[in-house]
């Protein structure tokens, strides 16, 4: 069982590192920081774009409009976590 709880933790904190570089890589790519015209940064803007957005579209559709702001990310975060607490807990008891 320990090691089951090892590699769900593993892959929520992967993931969630994942959501960070995708938040980051977008406030560069709107402030002109970094060219997506260049081949390598595109991979990695669609690559982290295609393991994201399928989960971060329906807490957009729930949550109002903030003003450009976007707080999915945060909202995906903190709700992993509980998701991580909670089966960790659950595994051990």
């Given at each position: 069982?320990?090691?089951?709880?090892?590699?769900?933790?593993?892959?929520?904190?992967?993931?969630?590192?994942?959501?960070?570089?995708?938040?980051?890589?977008?406030?560069?790519?709107?402030?002109?920081?970094?060219?997506?015209q260049?081949?390598?940064?595109y991979?990695v803007?669609?690559?982290?774009y295609?393991?994201?957005?399928?989960?971060?579209?329906?807490?957009?559709?729930i949550?109002?409009?903030?003003?450009?702001?976007?707080?999915?990310?945060?909202?995906?975060?903190?709700?992993?976590?509980?998701?991580?607490?909670?089966?960790?807990?659950?595994?051990?008891?």
């Amino acid at each position: 069982m320990h090691a089951l709880a090892t590699l769900i933790d593993t892959i929520i904190t992967i993931y969630i590192y994942l959501l960070v570089g995708s938040a980051i890589l977008s406030w560069l790519t709107a402030f002109n920081v970094v060219n997506v015209q260049n081949k390598v940064v595109y991979t990695v803007v669609s690559l982290l774009y295609r393991v994201t957005e399928p989960v971060l579209r329906p807490i957009r559709r729930i949550i109002p409009n903030l003003g450009g702001i976007d707080i999915s990310p945060i909202i995906l975060i903190l709700l992993l976590y509980f998701i991580r607490d909670l089966v960790l807990d659950n595994l051990f008891y």
